[in-house]
């Protein structure tokens, strides 16, 4: 009798029906209303009724059953035709419990994809490998995870249809759940639960139950909840679950072990999909090679693999990134395999210094030429027809003439013969130089400006932040960014200091000494000087100089602790409404602004909440004020960038709120000491005052006819459906955008969409920048599943999973990020590959991590309820994914882990990172570990004394102190070697990262240990296996 195996299928998005096409029409709904999607109105989903669940009687063990009427049509439409991106969660195991219906053989596509399954009869555990290639054999693991036997479901009797496999995997303890972190009083052994580790997500889970008369399984139907003779108990978190089953092996470890199988193997994790082989592979295979991107919907090598673009026709995929590249043709293929369809758009992307910047296109004072009906610029997809004298829209298939001065001939093949020699005809992205068409009030802009605004209130004095930031400041006003080939920045810059009241300088360069200006009356922000304050710092160095020497000075003696907040961003967007420019305000702020004020905040942060449905209050912000201003920040093109010194909660959630849509960014260093953090926070100051970027911008993505864009996601404000405005937009912000059909899509002409944005450059020149791509369409799944990129997958659902705890609980948010892994890796199984034991866990190629990354978004702060967390990290860390790119997002959920203690010195390569599990660890290794957000320096307990010498000049590490926050400078090759690697990584990473050093067994180790993300959750949640398991049980119910 086979235990369960994993699974791997497709993620989850697009219009649902219900429960991604399960049919409808059984009976009355359930009694409680159940969450839609996010923020959709509540549905009910109809549960069969108690009689129907029989499985067939014919069915002998292992046969499949008797084809039925399909129960997974995804025609027929649940809960009503709402569109709905998440299914409302099942009442019951009901519609998951029908009878088998399907035959397992009946898979609709052709030819089986190249997802060879390759079988290993591991505990006969029919493990499915999904990658061509050979499975090692075993080593006998080492780790707690694989001790425990797989416990089997007794051997079928008399013609019994096999039976789910029972209670979870020995080793999901209660604590697993990927939810919540464990209850005090459940026992983490002896009983034998047959919940999932979901258990008490809102529904009673129970378990499979003893056969029923006649050998066949019962289902228990959706009635009470306690079939006689299973004891109802309390789940973990309120919901009902079943108590132990009679004649079940026990579900943990301690349990009663049912009917013992036949000897069982261990389960070797190393036979499990790895991220860091699957990263590896892709290196070796297009690892330094160039990509041309003249193929429709080719897929990109990863963004952990290095390439060089070439663009022939479609952006690189540094600016744009798809969830797949090869749309399905139909809505209903769409809802049928929940696959989110969705583009990761970086417009401002940086490029690496041997790729092409983007060409300037100058068409005069006529503009871009566009489509007279849907307004999309001049690109490779439109058709030139009539001898040249008119053009086909790809778009809107609308006919336009050329005008006069743009006309040109064609060749015998229809190009136009000036083909190569314009831009916008022969490449995926480039400029346009705007006309005042595209200018406010119709008039040039001025260059932008930056407002650098510090809060001298005594815990910054003391710490001796606004000491550090005057002097560096003198440095870093050389280095402002400034357009190719100019001398020096148009950037104008202006300073402000404030407590409880504003400073303003004057700091023209006619003075001697820079003038202050106050201004106290908070409630009516106004700027009291107009020239004076927004400066050329070349002309004004000398008072600017002057005025950063005296500012530590001026605020040496103050006691005043209280500060305000809104009105510090009121008086920078006032600022440069004055000037008629945009800009970027750098705040430095250290406490809840308490003073009496508008945008006055008090304390809300309450722990009572978490685990609760009011758990979202905590990461929305305080209505009001901070919604009106972030409006007329984004009107007038001020962006906002917030460094927060905080010594303890300062409702992050609300103070970052203008930040978040203003397309700024928030840097948080908690209990900031000069010592360790002083150069961490200039390294992020630096990157931030250099990066590049553009202002007042305004974005819209247009699609061909068949799909459109519906949702976006990101560091931005929208004020109606299809205009994207960001105040500002640099180098590291991405817009997740959400398809969804309108119409079939042709195989034949594949899907275009066109990303257009209007900024500012930081010259003062309005400019179109342009990225189109096309894709494929089709109407097998198979290829949408062959073309799916896992890393772009997990930065969607990462985002519309943030989005989503914003409106509802966060154990419904989970639980439909596992519901919808289950399905869109079911849909795989059943449609895309070849039959085989439904034992069998098989993942679509390109799929195969995305588990591991789905499990490891379920652990990270803002989805797990846990106490021990702070709110304001949460809040943070949510925000900060909203505006992230595929590989931001792609390090934060599976961090490197790198071993350095027996690489080669005189080799310039990085080691080849290890999987992210405490297995890999050696007790006389060292490893450094990096998130982007995060690194750690960790030395096992028996480093050799001549690696800790290397690298510490210390004869043991018994004489290593806490403290240190970089390594000493050492000439010998290890030393040189190690902080070159880390230097690199810091210098690479959009984030600086404040280096940890840890010990093996030390109390800050637990700090490392959660960055881990195949082993279980410090605050609750599975490991990666026990995730894996249990998702394949989901597909298997899903399959049946």
């Known amino acids: 009798m086979s235990q369960q195996g994993y699974v791997a299928a497709p993620p989850y998005s697009q219009a649902q029906p219900g429960m991604g096409g399960y049919q409808g029409g059984f009976g009355p709904g359930p009694a409680q209303p159940l969450y839609g999607h996010y923020g959709g109105p509540p549905q009910a989903f109809n549960a069969p009724p108690a009689g129907m669940m029989k499985s067939p009687v014919s069915s002998a063990a292992g046969m499949p059953p008797p084809p039925a009427s399909s129960q997974y049509n995804p025609n027929v439409q649940q809960n009503g035709a709402h569109p709905q991106r998440y299914p409302a969660p099942p009442a019951a195991t009901a519609t998951y419990g029908q009878p088998p219906n399907m035959p397992y053989n009946s898979m609709a596509s052709p030819g089986p994809p190249p997802a060879q399954q390759l079988t290993n009869q591991m505990s006969q555990m029919n493990l499915g490998s999904y990658a061509p290639g050979p499975m090692q054999s075993p080593p006998p693991p080492t780790n707690s995870v694989a001790q425990q036997p797989f416990q089997t479901s007794p051997p079928p009797a008399m013609g019994q249809p096999q039976m789910p496999p029972g209670p979870l995997s020995p080793h999901m303890s209660p604590q697993m759940s990927p939810t919540m972190s464990p209850p005090a009083s459940m026992p983490m052994g002896g009983q034998a639960m047959a919940g999932p580790p979901m258990a008490g997500m809102g529904r009673p889970f129970q378990g499979p139950p003893p056969p029923g008369p006649g050998g066949f399984q019962q289902q228990p139907g959706p009635g009470p909840a306690g079939a006689p003779g299973y004891p109802q108990q309390a789940g973990q978190f309120g919901g009902l679950m079943s108590g132990p089953q009679p004649g079940m092996p026990g579900g943990f470890p301690g349990a009663p072990g049912g009917l013992a199988g036949p000897p069982q193997k261990k389960l070797d994790p190393d036979s499990i999909p790895s991220i860091t082989q699957v990263i590896e592979d892709d290196r070796v295979k297009q690892g330094a090679q160039v990509f041309s991107t003249n193929v429709r919907g080719q897929v990109p090598p990863l963004v952990t693999t290095d390439f060089t673009v070439q663009d022939q026709g479609n952006a690189s995929p540094r600016f744009i990134r798809c969830t797949t590249y090869s749309l399905p043709c139909s809505t209903d293929l769409a809802k049928q395999c929940q696959v989110p369809l969705a583009s990761i758009i970086k417009p401002f992307a940086s490029l690496p210094k041997n790729e092409t910047p983007l060409y ?151 003075l001697a000494q820079p003038q202050m200006m106050v201004v106290s009356d908070t409630a009516e922000m106004f700027v009291p000087l107009l020239d004076g304050f927004l400066v050329n710092y070349q002309d004004s160095r000398a008072v600017i100089y002057n005025l950063l020497d005296q500012i530590p000075d001026m605020f040496a003696d103050t006691n005043e602790s209280e500060t305000v907040f809104a009105p510090v961003i009121q008086a920078g967007m006032e600022a440069f409404k004055a000037a008629e420019c945009s800009g970027k305000l750098f705040i430095f702020h250290s ?142 912000k991405a817009v997740t955008v959400e398809f969804k059909h309108d119409d079939t899509l042709s195989e034949e002409t594949g899907a275009f969409m066109q990303c257009a944005l209007l900024y500012t450059t930081i010259g003062g020149q309005r400019r179109l920048r342009i990225h189109n791509l096309s894709l494929n369409c089709s109407s097998q799944l198979s290829e949408l599943y062959k073309s799916c990129e896992t890393d772009s997958l997990i930065n969607f659902f990462a985002k519309s999973a943030y989005r989503a705890i914003l409106n509802q609980p966060l154990k419904n948010v989970r639980e439909i990020l596992v519901n919808q892994t289950a399905h869109m890796l079911a849909c795989y199984r059943k449609n895309c590959a070849s039959p085989s034991a439904a034992s069998q866990l098989i993942l679509p190629d390109a799929m195969k991590v995305f588990p591991v990354y789905m499990n490891s978004l379920m652990k990270t702060a803002p989805l797990v309820g846990s106490t021990e967390l702070s709110t304001d990290d949460r809040a943070h860390q949510r925000l900060s994914v909203m505006a992230m790119g595929v590989e931001d997002t792609q390090l934060l959920l599976y961090p490197r882990l790198i071993p350095l203690h027996n ?132 597909i298997r119910q899903l399959l049946t």
């Open 903 to 1034: 690489m080669d010195v005189s080799s310039e390569a990085v080691p080849t990172p290890v999987r992210c599990s405490e297995e890999r660890l050696v007790d006389s290794g060292m490893f450094l570990l990096e998130n982007g957000h995060s690194l750690f320096l960790w030395l096992g307990q028996a480093s050799p004394p001549d690696l800790v010498q290397s690298i510490f000049n210390l004869p043991s590490l018994a004489h290593l102190q806490g403290h240190m926050c970089a390594l000493p400078e050492l000439d010998n090759p290890l030393s040189r070697k190690v902080r070159s690697i880390i230097d690199g990584l810091v210098e690479k990473r959009p984030n600086s990262m404040k280096l940890q050093i840890v010990r093996q067994k030390d109390k800050p180790e637990m700090l490392f240990r959660q960055f881990l993300v195949e082993d279980k959750g410090l605050h609750g949640g599975a490991s990666y296996m026990d995730f894996l398991c249990y998702v394949h049980r989901e």
């Open 360 to 510: 300037v296109v100058n068409h005069g004072e006529t503009g871009p030429i566009r489509c007279n009906r849907c307004k999309a610029y001049m690109c490779p997809y439109m058709q030139f027809i009539d001898g040249g004298r008119r053009y086909q829209c790809g778009f809107c298939n609308c006919v336009n003439e050329v005008p006069v001065f743009y006309f040109q001939h064609l060749d015998h093949m229809g190009r136009r013969v000036d083909f190569y020699e314009r831009p916008e005809l022969s490449l995926g992205s480039y400029e346009f130089v705007a006309t005042l068409d595209y200018c406010k009030n119709n008039k040039v802009p001025n260059p932008p400006a930056y407002i650098f605004m510090i809060d001298v209130s005594y815990n910054n004095i003391k710490s001796g932040l606004v000491k550090l930031i005057c002097d560096e400041l003198k440095t870093l006003l050389e280095k402002l960014p400034r357009e190719e080939g100019v001398e020096s920045s148009a950037v104008k810059v202006g300073f402000v200091t404030y407590n409880k009241v504003l400073h303003f300088y004057n700091v023209k360069s006619a």
């Open 591 to 732: 406490s809840m602004p308490t003073a009496e004020a508008p945008g006055k905040l008090k304390n809300r942060d309450d722990k009572k909440l978490v685990n609760t449905e009011k758990e979202k209050m905590l990461f929305q912000p305080q209505k009001g004020v901070y919604e009106q201003l972030s409006k007329e920040c984004v009107a007038q093109g001020c962006c906002v960038d917030l460094f927060l010194f905080p010594s303890q909660y300062v409702d992050l959630a609300t103070m970052a709120d203008v930040p978040s849509h203003t397309g700024g960014s928030v840097y948080k260093y908690n209990n900031f000491q000069m010592e360790t953090d002083g150069e961490h926070f200039l390294r992020d100051l630096r990157k931030d005052v250099q990066k590049s970027i553009g202002f007042d911008a305004i974005m819209r993505v247009r699609t061909s006819t068949g799909f459109r864009a519906t949702d976006f996601f990101g560091s931005i404000h929208m004020n109606n459906t299809t205009d994207i405005e960001m105040a500002a937009v640099d180098c590291n």
